[in-house]
T-cell receptor, first 114, second 111 residues
Framework: NAGVTQTPKFQVLKTGQSMTLQCAQD?????MSWYRQDPGMGLRLIHY???????DQGEVPNGYNVSRSTTEDFPLRLLSAAPSQTSVYFC?????????????FGSGTRLTVV | TQLLEQSPQFLSIQEGENLTVYCNSS?????LQWYRQEPGEGPVLLVT?????EVKKLKRLTFQFGDARKDSSLHITAAQPGDTGLYLC???????????FGPGTRLSVLP
């Protein structure tokens, strides 16, 4: 029962570095998304995908890229890390896109940009 | 941006007490979900409500969706230390929209 797997669990980056946060799900879910969680701000949607080959921007997309080449994988790329991107990042998936099906979340990646 | 407000922001109670937390918006929800998040983990879905006035129960947890579908409450009876966590509500104002999350209520149940 892997569910949604995120790697790495922790990461420290220097300003200007790039990196990819990995997300994989084994539930054949159609919908996948990335959120960032900051104290007092709740979960804010970065990018989402309603199926392989389809991605779209969420509430806070600047500085991040995504792709969805397979149903299982939805990596998040930070192009040039900034201290404002210090946050906890969660990947989530759902059986169908934007319906009443609940989200299954990964355990998160805690990113610090120095 | 669609905003969800949650209250209280923090709540610390003794084991055995009852509590209610709230989720509110100025707009109507097509559906609303509640999640619980424990430290170092992702949120876990507790319930989805879609009908105004709907009440759902999950053991000692009772979820209610307001008649006008603008608000929801979560009531916990006889809280236990295992109920400690961050309770998040998430709502969609129209079918087909992404869910928006509230900031959460952080609950601490002391033994």
């Amino acid at each position: 029962n892997a569910g949604v797997t995120q790697t790495p669990k922790f990461q420290v980056l220097k300003t200007g570095q790039s990196m990819t946060l990995q997300c994989a799900q084994d539930m054949n879910h159609e919908y996948m998304s990335w959120y960032r969680q900051d104290p007092g701000m709740g979960l804010r949607l970065i990018h989402y995908s309603v199926g392989a080959g389809i991605t779209d921007q969420g509430e806070v997309p600047n500085g991040y890229n995504v792709s969805r080449s397979t149903t299982e994988d939805f990596p998040l790329r930070l192009l040039s890390a900034a201290p404002s991107q210090t946050s906890v990042y969660f990947c989530a998936s759902s059986y169908r896109a934007r319906t009443n099906y609940g989200y299954t979340f990964g355990s998160g990646t805690r990113l610090t940009v120095v | 941006t669609q905003l969800l407000e949650q209250s209280p922001q923090f709540l610390s109670i003794q084991e055995g007490e009852n509590l209610t937390v709230y989720c509110n918006s100025s707009s109507v929800f097509s559906s609303l979900q509640w999640y619980r998040q424990e430290p170092g983990e992702g949120p876990v879905l507790l319930v989805t409500v879609v009908t105004g006035g709907e009440v759902k129960k999950l053991k000692r947890l009772t979820f209610q969706f307001g008649d006008a579908r603008k608000d929801s409450s979560l009531h916990i009876t006889a809280a236990q230390p295992g109920d400690t966590g961050l309770y998040l509500c998430a709502g969609a104002h129209n079918y087909g929209q992404n869910f928006v999350f509230g900031p959460g209520t952080r609950l601490s149940v002391l033994p």
